[in-house]
DNA sequence: GCATTGACGAAGG
DNA sequence: CCCTTCGCCAATG
């Protein structure tokens, strides 16, 4: 289970240690998605409470390629089901291809039956 | 310290 | 149906 913290810091100094923050909720989520199944930042948002900041959980994603162990980004895309931050990976086509070896079809950056392989963490993880 | 941007999303024109 | 605007909050300039 998630700790569920929602103190993000804000301190923007120096440093961040071991202050467990809205990024790893975030990280802590997606790192449960299960293998063929994808979820959007909103959903994750709407998990956190923070469903009207869903640019937070992109935010924190942007993080995340500094987080360890690594958060499979991949299988977080925007609400259309758009790889939108392919380009924000080491390579820009390592999304598509981390997802296709998860199962997910993946057509012109946006995966094609996201609707069916969505995973909502606050149906699943249970609210 | 104010202005701009951003891996989003929903609503309005 | 496509494009623009607003909201949300944090980071960066």
Redesign the pocket.
């Known amino acids: 289970m998630a700790k569920i913290k ?1 103190t ?5 100094s120096s440093k ?1 240690p071991k202050q467990f ?3 790893d909720d975030v990280y802590d989520v997606v790192r449960q998605i299960p293998k063929g199944r994808v979820t ?4 994750i ?1 709407n998990y956190l409470g ?16 500094s987080a360890k162990p690594k ?1 499979p ?2 299988r ?5 089901g ?8 080491k390579t820009p086509t390592e ?1 598509e291809t981390l997802l296709k070896k998860d199962g997910v079809t993946v057509k012109k950056d946006t995966v094609q039956n996201f609707k069916e392989i969505f995973w909502d963490p606050a149906e699943e993880l249970g609210l």
């Open positions: 929602k993000v810091s804000s301190k923007t961040p923050s809205f990024f959007s930042y909103g959903a948002a923070t469903k009207l900041s869903a640019r937070m959980v992109g935010w924190a994603m942007n993080a995340a390629s958060v980004a991949q977080v895309v925007n609400r259309n758009m790889l939108t931050g392919k380009m924000h990976f999304m």
